[in-house]
């Protein structure tokens, strides 16, 4: 399939292309945050129809974009399918078959019995794979979705193919995530707060990270920051990238944590080279 920015795109890998043992950081692309999407069919998330698969206790409910080779999407914090980008989504799906569902007790998804956690997230995903009828998929994981992403790559690797961790990190309590650590703990100490979303804090707060363990995370692993996020800084995405073989990184110059937000066809773009990358060469 011929990819119309491939060029661009492949430039930008080169430059920024980071694998375990690198030395220096590379430098950062400044993307075209006003990129038109004229030339991919845009959907709408909230239009598409919900649909329900009931795995590992719970029923997730979950929509799906596109057609190709499967691709799961995994949201953050406190979100929910609608709060996702359409024009991100409109970009994956010209080329995969895209899946985008609710955690456990979010948005359309019911909350089940056990406690939350982020291993707990990761075997509803590794559940949820299966239920959709393919035996693996490409992960594309956001903030709190990273960290999912992570420990499903890393306890189902037979689940993932190709991981895109997006705005992440390996632990929440390390000093350059305080801001996001103080935030967890505040949400998790208000009793007004919402159930799934004070669950999603709680998952957070016991959550032990990977840092250990990133080293036996033997896949092809795509990193995305922005320069300005100031809640999963991008030296940890630097950090990650070399400890993970086979790893890529890819700074965003002047954008904030799940800058896909504000860049969606850039990052879209990105992704898509990036799971259609022959390795081998």
Known sequence: MTFPTHTIIIAAIILLCCTAGCISAPPALSPDKTSPATEYPLLSIRETPVQYADVNGVRLAYREFGSGEPLLVIVGFGATMEQANDTAISVLAANYHVFLYDHRGMGHSSAGNDAPTIALYADDAASLIPALG????????????????QELALNHPVRVRRMILDSSACSI???????????????????????????????????????????????????????????????????????????????FEGLPHAGGDVAPVVYGRTAVHFLQMDASR
């Open 173 to 251: 309590r390390v000093p350059e995530t305080q801001y996001l650590l103080d935030y967890m703990e505040s949400v998790a100490a208000d009793t007004t707060s919402p159930p799934g979303l004070w669950d999603e804090a709680r998952a957070m707060l016991a959550w032990n990270g990977t840092q250990d363990r990133l080293p036996d995370l033997h896949k092809d692993v795509l990193l995305v920051v922005g320069t300005d996020d100031t809640i999963t800084p991008a030296v940890l995405s630097y950090q990650m990238a070399g400890q993970i073989n086979g790893s890529w990184l890819v700074r």
């Open 134 to 149: 393919y035996e693996s998929m490409h992960v594309y994981g956001t903030s709190m979705g990273s960290f999912i992403a």
